[in-house]
């Protein structure tokens, strides 16, 4: 797959053993073919409000209240301000504008 970054989200400070970690999110969008699982059994894609069914590390819950905030305050960001168009497929891909 190939996915578009687009601004950043957030900056999480976290500390485990004695050793501070940060962590930088991205707001990114599927640019173009098809996410499966790699290092892993199992991979689901969820809507955001779904998110607090999951267990997730401590690290994560921040990213997670504000990714609820966003969805909820805002729309969706659209492919195109991302900077993506519609991929030849027809499949309802987008791949980067060139």
């Not at 970054?5 to 173009?32: M, N, P, Q, T």
């Amino acid at each position: 797959v190939e996915a578009a970054v687009g601004e950043k989200f957030l900056d999480v400070r976290d500390e485990r053993g004695g050793r501070v970690i940060w962590l930088h999110f991205y707001l990114c969008s599927l640019a173009f073919g098809k996410p499966k699982p790699l290092g892993c059994r199992k991979a689901l894609w969820v809507d955001v409000g779904e998110l607090k069914n999951f267990t997730f590390p401590p690290a994560n819950e921040r990213v997670i209240e504000r990714l609820v905030q966003l969805t909820h305050s805002s729309p969706r960001p659209s492919p195109r301000r991302a900077g993506l168009e519609p991929a030849p497929t027809g499949k309802g891909e987008w791949k980067p504008a060139l």
